[in-house]
């Protein structure tokens, strides 16, 4: 599958050093950074015309949400085939509003999230009036190469998006938090943080794949009088779900 990215910036760079881990996936850039082309050792192009003449089988853009609409016009005016697939990863960027500038592109509005770049992202993507079903298979075939896929309804996008496109941040903060705690306990820092990064990596796939709810799990590990419940009430005291919540909020634009 021949694949073009528009925008190498941290989000679109994540995307293409998942995909060059992926086989069937032949990667194309359009950026007018020339080290991006040395730095991820794909083709990086700066002309749109050239871009768009190699016959795209997707193009993905990750350029800012304020440009997003122009940009796609602009590759449309440049010749971007009508069989190319058009996926967007700008928040709040409508399918609607792409559609009236590439009306007969396949259109697909997703948020990934930056660890598509280990392959191990989580994208969510909706599937609006203006996508057919041999291109929805052929965007999610695409987008689970590089993770997860969550299908939402376009009005649901926003939300989805900001939870698995912000939660990285939000639980690195917490890693770094629990890093100093325990090197103020003695431990050594590379040690901590590798001990903290598989303790992460192994609660998430136990909650993924248990029919057990994150409650119950929990409960699990805070036995009567323990020393994990007199932690889980700490995280309590000091309103550690609240801040969870707000995080949510704030960056949702609540």
Do not use: W
Request: proline share 4%; with cysteine.
């Amino acid at each position: 599958m021949q694949v073009g990215i528009v925008g190498l910036g941290h989000m679109g760079t994540a995307l293409a050093q998942g995909f060059r881990h992926v086989e069937e996936v032949s990667l194309l850039a359009l950026s007018s950074n020339p080290n991006k082309a040395s730095e991820l050792e794909i083709s990086v192009l700066s002309d749109k015309q050239d871009f768009v003449s190699d016959k795209l089988d997707a193009l993905i853009l990750t350029v800012p949400a304020r440009v997003t609409v122009k940009v796609l016009e602009q590759l449309v005016s440049a010749g971007l085939p009508s069989s190319t697939i058009v996926l967007s990863a700008a928040a709040n960027v409508s399918a609607e509003s792409l559609h009236d500038v590439a009306q007969d592109n396949p259109i697909y509005p997703f948020i990934p999230n930056i660890p598509a770049a280990v392959n191990a992202g989580t994208t969510a993507l909706a599937v609006t009036d203006y996508a057919n079903d041999e291109a929805t298979t052929a965007v999610q075939t695409l987008l689970e190469s590089v993770g997860d896929v969550l299908v939402v309804p376009e009005d649901q996008l926003a939300i989805a998006g900001t939870v698995g496109g912000c939660s990285p941040a939000f639980i690195d903060v917490m890693m770094d938090a629990m890093e100093d705690a325990a090197v103020s306990q003695g431990l050594d820092r590379q040690k901590a943080a590798d001990l903290i990064a598989s303790v992460v990596m192994g609660t998430a796939k136990l909650a993924k794949t248990s029919t057990l709810s994150t409650g119950d799990l929990k409960g699990q590990i805070t036995s009567p009088g323990g020393t994990t419940i007199k932690g889980v009430l700490a995280l309590d005291q000091h309103g550690f779900r609240h801040a969870i919540h707000e995080a949510i909020l704030k960056a949702s634009g609540k």
